[in-house]
């Protein structure tokens, strides 16, 4: 992949030549030569974005508006095959940040301390010449001094754990300040203010912006309050708790839905579907204005054709579909995210990438967008070559888990292949149903094939891969991890 950029970079620097030094041919005449990629990147993270909740998709209710969002897919890319290869918060962001799957990282759940040695790829940039920024959400351990800064970062703004979504207390470079005002407000405000600083002919930036927004318990900004108070909710036709939707579904699947993460006992009563439905997508208003904001502040510098924008959720979000809400599980509403990519002049305006895309990917993509070679071992590999409009090979099927956690315990250990065509879902330390999903017949995963005969040598084979892939991974091992505490001690008290 290397390669392919440096060609790239190689024509587009000797244009107008006949041959480069190492006999590149340039394009023939009339063909567009290539442009030359951006070279800053701002990394805009959201927290619990579910894939289709933005305007411009055709699943999303007719009533939503995310103009921003819809922005970036119509001056760039909307990446509709975007996933994670673990569907949890801090799992998946330690996944983004060392381009590896969670059995290999070692933050398995919301809690567990990073492990010593843990490398992040901006440390690659910092030691590049770039300029980095880390502002928003970390929430990998829970520690004390797990707002501190980080290896790799200019500058540093976060907060502990979960933080709030009002007057949060942020970590400024080493010292906390309370800091008045709504938590994506006052996070878009300080990367406004630090893209305002960076200058197009100086060393190029790195800004890696994360939000808690859009994460329960919900909180609208003030100004959004009530915006889609009277808008009809759209439920999923798997949500009815009829013997027809739980036919061949786990046991554990229907269990859920009375418990913390289920339609009808979401977070112990405290919540009915449609106001939660409702404020969720409140609570999406502000994280838009926010990404519209960023993208007014490159054109203001002069720096929209340098810089690659990328908006992706940390995990998608169930909403309904199976009588279960939130994130976890290997069903395609949770394992999805949202992701667009914008850099005018690059990119192509509009364009729908079909490429399978992971969040353990992102990693190796910045990297080669900076052409920096850091010898980090990792699973993913760099999907530059689609956002340019070459394809890349196609990957096959890629390995997705999900680690217990004592907190949450209605979710069982989970591993899933996930093809193109095919799912194949294992579940670990339950006495269950396995599942296998045909997503081009049935991409809302409500016909279970795991019984049907002709499917037999298919699931026996995707079992096989299955476990191939974990034994060649060394990921055999499932982790166990101290639990102190579960869900409903939440509503004694704030988090431990
Ligand atoms: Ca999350
Ligand atoms: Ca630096």
């Known amino acids: 992949m290397m390669r392919v950029v440096a060609a790239v970079l190689s024509v587009a620097v000797v244009a107008g030549l006949s041959t480069d030094p190492r006999g590149e041919v340039p394009p023939p005449p009339g063909v567009r030569p290539p442009v030359q990629p951006p070279r800053n990147v701002v990394f805009i993270l959201s927290d619990d974005h579910r894939h289709d909740l933005m305007g411009f998709h055709p699943n999303a209710p007719e009533w939503l508006e995310t103009p921003a969002l819809d922005r970036m897919a119509a001056e760039g890319a909307h990446v509709r095959n975007a996933f994670v290869t673990t569907s949890l918060c801090s799992p998946s962001r330690a996944s983004i940040l060392t381009g590896r799957y969670a059995h290999r990282h070692g933050v398995v759940d919301n809690t567990s301390p990073i492990p010593d040695g843990t490398v992040f790829f901006p440390e690659y940039l910092d030691e590049a010449g770039y300029n980095t920024a880390y502002i928003g959400k970390w929430h990998m351990g829970e520690g004390n001094a797990s707002d501190m800064p980080r290896p790799g970062f200019d500058h540093w703004i976060s907060f502990r754990g979960q933080g709030v979504y009002s007057n949060p207390e942020l970590n400024i470079n080493g010292e906390r300040h309370r800091i008045p005002g709504y938590t994506t407000d006052v996070l878009t405000d300080s990367a406004v203010a630090w893209l305002a600083r960076q ?5 190029p930036f790195f800004l890696y912006l994360s ?14 309050e009530g915006r889609y108070a009277a808008s009809p909710i759209p439920y999923p036709e798997s949500m009815a708790n009829t013997e027809a939707n739980y036919r061949e579904k786990p046991r554990w699947v229907y269990e859920q839905r009375f418990s913390w993460h289920g339609v009808d006992y979401m977070f112990h009563g405290q919540f009915d579907f449609d106001s939660f439905y409702r404020r969720y997508t409140e609570t999406l208003l502000a994280l838009d204005e926010g990404v519209g904001r960023l993208l007014d502040q490159l054109e203001r510098s002069g720096l929209s054709e340098s810089t690659l924008v990328i908006y992706m959720g940390d995990n998608g979000f169930m909403l309904g579909e199976h009588g279960l809400i939130d994130k976890r599980h290997a069903y395609e509403a949770s394992m999805r995210v949202p992701m667009l990519a914008r850099a005018p002049g690059w990119i192509e305006p509009g364009v729908q990438v079909e490429s399978l895309v992971r969040n353990i990917d992102i990693a190796a ?20 070559p689609v956002l340019a409009g070459r394809p890349l090979e196609d990957e096959g099927e890629f390995l997705y888990e999900y680690f217990w956690e004592f907190a949450f315990p209605h979710t069982p250990t989970t591993f899933a292949l996930r093809g193109d065509r095919y799912k194949y879902i294992y579940y670990h330390g339950v006495w269950d149903l396995q599942e296998l999903y045909d997503l081009e017949a049935d991409p809302d995963e409500r016909f279970n094939l795991i019984h049907v005969p002709e499917h037999r040598e298919r699931i026996e084979a995707m079992r096989s891969r299955l476990f191939d892939r974990l034994e060649a991974a060394d990921a055999m091992r499932v982790p166990l991890r101290r639990g102190n505490w579960q869900a409903a001690e939440r509503l004694r008290g704030p988090d431990p």
């Open 211 to 224: 939000h808690k927004a859009v994460h329960a318990e919900f909180e609208p900004a003030p100004r959004h």
């Open 199 to 203: 200058d197009a002919g100086g060393d």
């Open 365 to 384: 993509t910045v990297l080669d967008l900076a052409g920096v070679e850091s010898g980090h071992e990792m699973d993913g590999r760099s999907f530059l």
